[in-house]
């Protein structure tokens, strides 16, 4: 049994963003046991509050080289960016509850790793709280791989992580080390290693409007002849950085991990595809193993099949969503279909051998899309017209018993016309996609 932790007092520090170049004003806050983390804009007049989790991330395709969260408002998106380095130093130092108020959309830099954070949190002292920690126990092995990258993690009694460097350049040789995480040892192996490019890479990052307050400083910057005006701080610092990005990320699972896990060339990009799947394990563990979808996290409640009635025009025998489990305005929604022998198609569609129709799969995430476009008030007495559909394909069958997960991706909306992305799982296995695009008239 761990109790929970907050910060004693209060702290403020200042610094650059590494990516906007902006200087930013920072301020720790304790906070209530079971708050969590929290991030507040009080340069914005809502102040609004971002969740540091894993159901608040920003596309890593949006945002190279960083882990950024956020979300929309009416007036455009709010968003944090560069969390991974304070999240990692939080979950090294073991803290559960913290508000950290900012006024500008990017923390520091600071030294370009994890310690600046961590002296931060020694100076407001750590403070424990009459409420218990929730882990992530790992029962059985949960693993992600996109070509030579790839993350598992397996049982373990303790926080553990094995990491193995091998970038294509002679100066960045392959580096493995293995650790378990605990304060003690991410204060003395972690936290100093900072962040680090290759030289080559410099006007490609400004180019894209990265890197504008990076230095030699906080960021090493490897050269053909070695590092440049600076020194390592470990022989094998560049692995030590990977292994601090890899914490900050799974930290956005909304606990700490208990597991081994094994990285192999993982970045933001892979780390937070494993996180999303760790959350869902997490609420399967949650639900005492119950077959569930990802639970809804922040917004309006679910909606049920009365609300989705208020919204789309379909009825039975047509209406092929169950319920909305997730809604974010203008930005994504997931519905669950639950596929019984009972459903009507299966007397004709194979009968000897139930097959659900694909056609009919993909009306199904049409009208997911159809509730989050026509679930804003300036959507009302509207209608969802397909316009067209590209890239459909489906990978795998649907038969009586599965549940298909529904998930739609806004990829451009306007007043009159919208386009999304779709994808129906099963499982977590992709069984079907598809590029929809829909014209949006007055009823």
């Keep these: 049994m761990q109790k929970q932790k907050t910060i004693q007092r209060e702290m403020a520090f200042s610094g650059i963003g590494i990516h906007t170049g902006k200087e930013v004003n920072v301020k720790f806050k304790p906070a209530l046991a079971d708050t969590g983390i929290y991030f507040i804009r009080v340069d914005l007049e809502e102040k609004p509050l971002i969740k540091a989790h894993i159901s608040k991330i920003t596309e890593p395709s949006r945002r190279l080289r960083r882990t950024s969260v956020g979300f929309n408002l009416k007036e455009g998106s709010v968003e944090i960016h560069t969390i991974e380095h304070i999240m990692s130093a939080l979950c090294g130092m073991g803290i559960d509850n913290i508000i950290i108020e900012l006024d500008a959309e990017e923390l520091p830099g600071l030294d370009g790793g994890a310690q600046g954070f961590v002296e931060v949190i020694k100076k407001a002292g750590v403070e424990e709280q009459d409420a218990e920690r929730e882990f992530l126990t790992i029962k059985t092995p949960v693993w992600i791989q996109e070509g030579c990258r790839s993350l598992v993690v397996l049982p373990a009694s303790n926080f553990e992580i094995s990491y193995t460097l091998n970038y294509d350049n002679p100066l960045l040789s392959s580096q493995y080390l293995n650790l378990s995480i605990n304060p003690e040892t991410f204060e003395k192996e972690i936290a100093p290693s900072r962040t680090f490019c290759l030289e080559e890479e410099v006007e490609a990052l400004k180019k894209m409007g990265l890197g504008k307050g990076a230095n030699y400083e906080n960021t090493i910057v490897i050269g053909k002849k070695g590092v440049i005006d600076n020194r390592l701080r470990f022989e094998n610092e560049f692995v030590r950085h990977k292994i601090a990005d890899l914490i900050g990320d799974l930290y956005l699972l909304g ?62 025998p047509f209406l092929l969503i169950d319920k909305i489990i997730e809604l974010e305005e203008d930005r994504r929604a ?23 129709p694909g056609v009919l799969i993909v009306e199904a995430m049409a009208q997911v899309a159809g509730v989050l476009l026509l679930s804003k008030p300036s959507s009302a007495g509207k209608i969802a017209y397909f316009m067209s559909m590209e890239k459909v394909k489906f990978r795998k069958t649907v038969v009586p018993g599965d549940q298909l997960i529904l998930e739609v991706d806004i990829v451009k909306i306007k007043s009159k016309t919208g386009q999304v992305h779709t994808r129906a799982l099963v499982d977590d296995v992709l069984v079907s996609e598809a590029d929809l695009r829909f014209s949006l008239v007055k009823a």
């Design 255 to 316: 606990c700490p991990l208990v597991g081994h896990v094994i990285a192999i060339k993982s970045g933001h990009s892979l780390n937070i595809k494993f996180v999303q799947k760790l959350f869902k394990y997490l609420k399967k563990t949650k639900e005492a193993g119950i077959k569930a979808p990802l639970a809804y996290m922040g917004g309006p409640p679910p909606l049920d099949i009365n609300a989705i009635h208020s919204i789309l025009p379909h009825r039975y």
């Design 334 to 356: 997931v519905g669950v279909k639950n596929v019984t022998v009972n459903d009507y198609f299966f007397m004709g569609h194979f009968p000897g051998r139930p097959i659900m």
